[in-house]
């Protein structure tokens, strides 16, 4: 009897069948959430192109917004907006629309039209700070920063 108390007491911390390294994955891969504002801090394309949006055009408030599966970016001059895709860490962003405005500074434009097709992920740095991550391989990205006003 005492060998059956043992063994009960030893799976008692299991929910719903799962062991407790499939709950530690799922609390590891939990989704980040990318809904709401985000200030574009910077976009990468490679080790050669990248861009600060806010040096680059000063003055300028240029922002993503996602909303329920869709987004919308507002560059110094232009908008792009479309559907995306969210699954765990695993994003997919559309080509979507794009305003075609000729503007004296279009290195923001020009590099998220890069780089927008090519996202894979995204991943939290923290709680205002998240990073949308082209493959390994190709090792570009961009940085968002949460708007404080929504």
């Known amino acids: 009897m005492a060998l059956g108390i043992a063994l009960a007491s030893c799976s008692g911390n299991k929910t719903s069948g799962e062991t407790a390294n499939e709950v530690e994955n799922n609390e590891a891969t939990a989704t980040v959430s990318i809904d709401g504002k985000w200030y574009l801090d910077a976009v990468v394309v490679n080790d050669s192109v ?11 408030q240029q922002y993503v917004t996602f909303d329920n599966g869709s987004y919308f970016i507002r560059t110094n001059c232009n908008t792009f907006s479309g559907s995306y895709t969210q699954n765990g860490d695993s994003l997919t962003i559309d080509d979507g629309l794009a305003t075609e405005m000729a503007c004296d500074n279009m290195a923001t434009e020009d590099a998220l039209r890069q780089i927008l097709p090519a996202i894979a992920t995204v991943s939290a740095e923290n709680d205002s700070i998240v990073r949308l991550n ?5 090792g570009g990205y961009i940085l968002l920063r949460k708007a404080s006003e929504q």
């Open 134 to 138: 082209t493959s390994a391989t190709a």
């Open 50 to 60: 990248s861009i600060k949006p806010a040096e680059a055009v000063t003055g300028a």
